[in-house]
Structures are given as structure tokens and as C-alpha cells.
């Protein structure tokens, strides 16, 4: 089954740029590649969504290289409630519907 | 005020008893879904529903059952055949129908099961 591979967890300051990269080798012709952030006890919650290239909102930014073979999500200039895990979602390519959550990335901003 | 609800926020459940969590949508959304989370774990698919009166299963169905009488609700059945229910249930919804790999979900705020 396709699947995503994140860090485990990462730790950064307020006021810095983050980078968190995701790995999805199998990605399938129509994926879009999509990341969630979740904060404890609570559902996740949309952030970007991507298919290639460069994608940015007012909260993040998605690069994707040319092979798709990998996403980095950007959050510029972290504060402390961005401290959340980060999940990143592709579909998957040999079933019909599902994506796959993975255990996500644990993001710990200090101050 | 647009969203989904989910009720209870806490749920107690004895040995061998069935117990339901709420659902509820209105944001129009045509897709809905039930996941299960442990602890430092990803979600996992329970059930998830295209239209009314219809639903599929997910990775871990057993021990589940859902139905889709109205466009706005899902409820969920934990059943005593589910022999390790305690988790954080969170339920979903999307716009289409959801064959769309790249449609966004909204989630509730979750119900966190125990099991006394």
C-alpha cells in the first residue's frame, strides 16, 4: 500500500521558518497531497492542499518537486500555538477511496 | 454557524454494552466518516458514507455499525463485539461524495470512549 513517511517529531522556536518534509513514492497520477494539523483532543483541521509546484495561503506554504515524490510544508515564523502534530495525506494508490493516516509529525515550538 | 457536532464529549462503556456516538453535519456535505484514533496514532477508517442510505466499510469495521438515515447525521454503534473500544472517535465530513482523493474533510471535535 502507498503510504507517507514523516518525522516523528521536531522541534523548533518562536519566530522561526519550519519545514516539515514528507515522503509518498508511490504517488498515483491524480493524488493531490494534502496535510492536516491537529491539536490534543481535537479533530484535525485543514491547512493546504497541493498537486505541484508551489502553493501558499495565509497560514502555510506547499512546495512539491517535479517527480512528486515528496511535499514540504512551510510555516513561516512559529509561534507557540502552532505546536501540533502535522499529518500528511496522498491517496492511495491501490484502493479505490482511502487515505492513509499516518502517525504524523510532532511539531514542539519553544519559546 | 456552519461545523459538526459530535456527542458526548466523554463516554463510559460497560462490559458488553452497545453504545452510540452522535454525528451531526450542517454543512450540506454529502460524505461522512467515523475514524478511530489511539493514542500517538494516526486515524484509522471505521465506516464512511457517500449518500443516504448507503455506507462502506473501512480498515476496521468489526465490531462497528453506522447508519445513514438523513443527509445531516452518522451515528456510530460501538458494539460489544468490539473488544477494545476505548479511543478518540472522530467523525468526518466532505462536499462530494467522496471519490475525490483530494476532497477536505471537516472533523468534529471528537468523542473519547472508556470502557469502565
Known amino acids: 500500500l502507498a503510504k507517507t513517511t514523516q518525522p516523528i517529531s521536531m522541534d523548533s522556536y518562536e519566530g522561526q521558518e519550519v519545514n516539515i518534509t514528507c515522503s509518498h513514492n508511490?504517488?498515483?497520477?491524480?493524488?493531490?497531497i494534502t496535510w492536516y494539523q491537529q491539536f490534543p483532543s481535537q479533530g484535525p483541521r485543514f491547512i493546504i492542499q497541493?498537486?505541484?509546484?508551489?502553493v501558499t495561503n495565509e497560514v502555510a506554504s506547499l512546495f512539491i518537486p517535479a517527480d512528486r515524490k515528496s511535499s514540504t510544508l512551510s510555516l513561516p515564523r512559529v509561534s507557540l500555538s502552532d505546536t501540533a502534530v502535522y499529518y500528511c495525506?496522498?491517496?492511495?494508490?491501490?484502493?479505490?477511496?482511502?487515505?492513509?493516516w499516518g502517525a504524523g509529525t510532532k511539531l514542539i515550538i519553544k519559546p | 454557524d456552519g461545523g459538526i457536532t459530535q456527542s458526548p464529549k466523554y463516554l463510559f462503556r460497560k462490559e458488553g454494552q452497545n453504545v452510540t456516538l452522535s454525528c451531526e453535519q450542517n454543512?450540506?456535505?454529502?460524505?461522512m466518516y467515523w475514524y478511530r484514533q489511539d493514542p500517538g496514532q494516526g486515524l484509522r477508517l471505521i465506516y464512511y458514507?457517500?449518500?443516504?442510505?448507503?455506507?462502506q466499510k473501512g480498515d476496521i469495521a468489526e465490531g462497528y455499525s453506522v447508519s445513514r438515515e438523513k443527509k445531516e447525521s452518522f451515528p456510530l454503534t460501538v458494539t460489544s463485539a468490539q473488544k477494545n473500544p476505548t479511543a478518540f472517535y472522530l467523525c468526518?465530513?466532505?462536499?462530494?461524495?467522496?471519490?475525490?482523493?483530494?476532497?477536505?474533510?471537516?472533523f468534529g471535535p471528537g468523542t473519547r470512549l472508556l470502557v469502565l
Open positions: 468526518a465530513s466532505s462536499k462530494g461524495k467522496g471519490l475525490a482523493r483530494w476532497e477536505t474533510q471537516y
Open positions: 454543512l450540506n456535505h454529502d460524505a
Open positions: 458514507s457517500q449518500i443516504v442510505n448507503d455506507f
Open positions: 508511490n504517488i498515483a497520477t491524480n493524488d493531490y
Open positions: 497541493g498537486y505541484k509546484t508551489k
Open positions: 495525506l496522498v491517496g492511495d494508490t491501490h484502493s479505490n477511496y482511502q487515505l492513509i
